[in-house]
């Protein structure tokens, strides 16, 4: 790709002049013949966007969040269901997909949390739904990367998130909408996201089944008082369902609530060092759509 442009926020910043190249290059590459390629295996993947201009984080997914609600003895605000709930998360430095995520300490309730995510063109302040339907380029994968004692530090003060949110880490490809053909329904991802732990299946919810707010509606809705500048990522919120038994979780937060309602105690620990986490969409199939995340936890003394 550097030969067309140096990197992807270059590309987005002028999407209409290299959007067609960049489909012509990535033609050539499915053909196999582009010349002096290089095997996947063989490289060691950087985020496709290590810094981001402004990274949005929805909260999109009820089951997930009622969870998170009852954890703190409280009942779900229906008015989260009737219009996207934000934070403005950490984007100056992203986390490539094989990258160790570092903590000074593991006293903090250290969880993962599955995440789709769509990057963004220029969006106007106050866009439509068909105006920020639009305005979506690129889709992604996302793990962000929570701790769950600190936040819930946090939500006592009423303030945040800040501390409770260190990194965020992007699968290494992002691809257009029209990548996903049938499985981009409504502007949702409709496919499993499949979420080890260790190499054991922790969830494989379906993306877009859950989802209150499709991406075209939380575009929109990020745009009410601000532009939204090119290269923005808006997340849709850890992905979730309500047939748990079958498909699981996304994040070790809702296997603990579940254990405090079926024993009436949390069973499960958070992340350990050392430990590992894959995050996956796949297709029918079986290829994989925005590669994998698979990263080790790891603590020092002197964190990163």
């Not at 013949?33 to 981001?52: F, K």
């Not at 003060?157 to 501390?163: E, I, K, M, S, T």
């Not at 949390?266 to 698979?294: C, H, N, Q, Y």
Request: with cysteine; net charge negative; glycine share 8%.
């Amino acid at each position: 790709m550097s030969h067309i442009v140096g990197t992807m926020q270059e590309a987005i910043d002028s999407w209409s002049k290299y959007s067609a190249p960049l489909h012509e290059e990535y033609r050539r590459l499915q053909e196999g013949t582009l010349c002096a390629t290089v095997p996947i295996s063989e490289l060691r993947w950087r985020a496709p966007l290590p810094r981001a201009y402004q990274l949005l984080d929805g909260g999109g997914y009820r089951p997930h969040l009622e969870l998170g609600f009852s954890m703190r003895k409280q009942s779900f605000p229906e008015e989260m269901a009737e219009k996207p709930s934000f934070y403005q998360s950490v984007s100056d430095s992203i986390l490539g997909p094989t990258e160790d995520f570092i903590l000074g300490t593991d006293d903090l309730g250290t969880d993962f949390e599955a995440e789709l995510v769509v990057v963004t063109n220029d969006v106007k302040q106050m866009a439509t739904k068909v105006e920020g339907a639009n305005g979506i380029l690129l889709v992604g994968l996302m793990n962000d990367i929570s701790l769950r004692l600190t936040q819930r530090v946090e939500h006592a003060r009423g303030f945040g998130f800040y501390h409770c949110k260190p990194k965020k880490t992007l699968a290494p490809f992002l691809v257009t909408p029209d990548e996903l053909g049938e499985h981009w329904i409504n502007f949702k991802v409709s496919l499993p996201v499949e979420v080890r732990w260790n190499g054991e299946v922790f969830g494989c919810p379906d993306g877009a089944e859950h989802m209150m707010f499709d991406f075209a509606t939380l575009v929109s809705e990020a745009s009410r008082h601000r532009k939204l500048t090119a290269g923005t990522i808006i997340g849709g919120g850890t992905v979730a369902t309500y047939d748990r038994d079958t498909f699981g979780q996304c994040c070790i937060l809702e296997r603990r609530a579940l254990d405090i309602l079926e024993f009436g105690e949390e069973r499960t620990s958070w992340l350990k060092p050392d430990d590992r986490v894959r995050i996956e969409v796949r297709m029918p199939d079986g290829s994989t759509v925005f590669g994998a995340i698979d990263q080790v936890y790891r603590v020092t003394p002197w964190g990163r």
